[in-house]
């Protein structure tokens, strides 16, 4: 009989025997394979945690005692294990998120994704717990190997033990890898604690033994394993490091092994004070495909194949903006020896591996430490190098002192490219790229470029990296490259023109793929007698001096961008405009400074009012409002364009 669907609620596991448990892993593995492979998600790291995630909510109360998991993306049986298992419209609109979310359930605590920052949750309700005398309650830290390379864990380990009178579990969830293997001193040592093979067959046939003991041998053996444990810490692995922070450390255990993690678990819970809880996982256990995949062992996948985990349906038509950046950034290098790539745990979904294969001592992955990174390219640049610093547009937000103090103040010439920029879809609200427009244009001296098709993010690059003076930005979005759209006409200052009319009324400033829909506006307005201009400024950031010239001669400017329009570029064109004494009329359109929930980036955009039809009905609104007075169209043929524009919004 299937014990998982009769899981409603995390108590539901205190009457399952421990080989029920172990039959509800099992279920919950199938569970996840099957359904996760139709509508993509997270599914190697979920693998890993299942009898971790069934042992913590067997011990601990959730939501009485509070569980933080870092970052979120292995939450998809905790989801299960709280009454969730409806999976089939995940990370879709209506559907489940794919991290936490509060509006799911009270069991979700901390919603945001971005990594190392759990430690400082659970140190901050647990401190509160204990001023306002709830401490009955504990809080649960779930982070992973790879977020310790982010110093905010370690800032937090600092504080945590400097007050020992709370109950704050950490569970170190080490399976070697972040989205890829772990790297640096950190991931150095725990490997070592990983593969020590004096500690583990130790560990193993102890435990073994006193399983067959009854209570007083078991406790007798929590005494002799603690005290083993600090000997061979010191004698193999010097891991006497978290004592040395005066935290309680317990492990390293099998995170595969219910029985061992309940018993630490609840070593850990009468404690009454921090303690670190090292358990050893298995990113994808289970799924043989995905513990076959070196390259990120299926972290997050699309349509799959349940049986062989091969790519089902979806391909794209061409290639991915972070392909034609990784092949031209090879390119690149082999014209430039001074030209390093760095990234913050993200080497191949930035697109620095090839230039990382190809030029091995030129490619550096700092680990989930973005503000590091960008600091560090500024000593690079410094010292006659080029830093291209990759990371995810939404990551870049962690970084913003680094680049303002320590690139920009310092006139360091250091290439920022910014993958997943703009709206990125079913990820949800922490993973859009939504704010780095607005963000970095506040940065003096700095120069934005948004390419609109594969060619202009090739030349874009090239121009970025020949900058040595500033920083530079290159940002572009999640998936595949938007089709060639080639310019009428380029002016001085760079600026392309891809629409000219006769007629001067509307100018559209579209940003890097917004040109798109720029260009379809213009042919509906075209159609109706309504002269439209058309411009990709190619850098938005700083606004060039042709655009303010076009504005001058036009009735409306129209910017179109998929980042915030507070503060976003169309706030920058409207300010530049007026300093120079332009009263032309300007719309901004972008996204709204809301934290958008996860949905397709189509139904995004249109929830926005960033559609072709709904612009062009507004312009027409606009015209027949007065506000704009276009001579050319008589009035019979604006009652027609708005009908028309009506019609297709």
């Known amino acids: 009989m299937a014990i998982l669907p009769n899981i409603a609620g995390p108590r539901d596991l205190d009457a399952l025997s421990p080989e029920q448990l172990e039959q509800l892993a099992g279920e919950i593995r199938e569970f996840l394979v099957e359904n996760v492979s139709r509508t993509g998600g997270h599914l190697g790291p979920n693998l890993g945690v299942v009898e971790l995630t069934i042992a913590l909510h067997r011990v601990f109360d959730s939501p009485f ?35 936490p979310q509060r509006s799911e359930s009270p069991h979700d605590v901390v919603e945001s994704s971005h990594a190392s920052s759990s430690l400082s949750w659970a140190d901050g309700i647990s401190r509160a717990f204990t001023r306002t005398g709830r401490k009955d309650r504990h809080v649960i830290a779930v982070v992973g190997d790879g977020a310790l390379t982010g110093g905010m864990t370690w800032e937090a380990l600092n504080n945590i033990s400097d007050d020992n009178d709370r109950n704050l579990i950490i569970v170190v969830n080490d399976n070697g890898r972040s989205y890829a293997p772990t790297i640096g001193g950190m991931a150095r040592y725990l490997n070592r604690v990983r593969t020590a093979d004096t500690y583990r067959n130790l560990h193993r046939g102890s435990d073994q033994m006193f399983r067959r003991l009854g209570p007083a041998a078991r406790a007798v053996y929590r005494g002799v394993r603690g005290g083993t444990h600090g000997f061979l810490s010191r004698f193999i692995n010097n891991a ?13 255990v099998d995170g595969h092994d219910l029985p061992v993690l309940m018993e630490t678990l609840e070593l850990a819970k009468q404690f009454g004070a921090p303690v670190i809880v090292h358990a050893i996982t298995e990113k994808g256990r289970g799924f043989q495909p995905a513990l076959d995949d070196e390259a990120d062992q299926f972290h997050a996948v699309g349509r799959i194949d349940p049986v062989t985990g091969a790519t089902v349906g979806g391909a794209s038509a061409g290639p991915a903006w972070t392909d034609v950046f990784a092949d031209e950034l090879v390119e690149i290098g082999h014209e430039r020896e001074d030209v390093i790539a760095m990234t913050a745990a993200m080497l191949r979904p930035t697109g620095l591996l090839p230039f990382a294969q190809r030029f091995p001592g030129r490619a550096l992955d700092v680990g989930i430490a973005e503000q590091h990174a960008v600091a560090s390219a500024a000593g690079l640049a410094f010292g006659g190098l080029h830093p291209v610093v990759a990371i995810y547009a939404t990551f870049m937000n962690r970084a913003f002192d680094q680049v303002l103090m320590d690139v920009a103040l310092h006139r360091a010439g250091v290439t920022f490219v910014l993958d997943r920029a703009g709206v990125t879809g079913p990820d949800g609200p922490s993973h859009h790229g939504i704010w780095d427009l607005a963000m970095l244009q506040l940065v003096p001296h700095i120069r934005i470029a948004v390419p609109r098709d594969a060619e202009r993010l090739r ?7 020949g900058v040595s003076d500033a920083p530079t930005v290159i940002r572009f979005p999640k998936g595949g490259v938007s089709p060639e759209l080639p310019a009428l006409e380029r002016l001085a200052d760079g600026v392309d023109v891809l629409v000219r009319s006769d007629a001067q009324d509307v100018l559209i400033v579209g940003i890097g793929p917004m040109a798109h829909i720029a260009v379809d506006v213009a042919e509906r307005l075209r159609a109706q007698g309504i002269g439209t201009t058309v411009i990709d400024p190619r850098w938005a950031i700083p606004v060039q001096p042709s655009v303010t010239e076009l504005a001058a001669s036009h009735r409306l400017v129209i910017t179109i961008e998929d980042g915030i329009r507070v503060g976003g570029i169309g706030t920058r064109v409207r300010q530049v405009l ?28 249109e929830d926005a009012g960033l559609t072709a039809a709904k612009i062009a009905h507004d312009v027409v609104s606009q015209v027949l409002g007065t506000r704009i007075p276009v001579a ?15 019609r297709d919004a």
């Open 65 to 99: 005692d509070p569980f933080v998991f870092d970052t979120g993306h292995q939450s998809y049986v905790h989801k299960l294990l709280t009454g969730r298992q409806d999976f089939s419209e995940l990370r879709t609109r209506g559907g489940l998120a794919g991290y």
């Open 240 to 252: 006497a490091l978290y004592s040395n922070l005066d935290i309680k450390y317990l492990g390293p």
């Open 459 to 465: 030349e874009e690059l090239r121009e970025a990296v």
């Open 578 to 605: 007026r300093e120079a004494g332009v009263d032309t009329a300007v719309d901004e359109l972008g996204v709204p400074d809301e934290f958008i929930d996860h949905a397709s980036r189509e139904q995004i955009l």
């Open 632 to 646: 050319r169209p008589a009035t019979s043929e604006i009652a027609s364009l708005a009908a028309h524009a009506r």
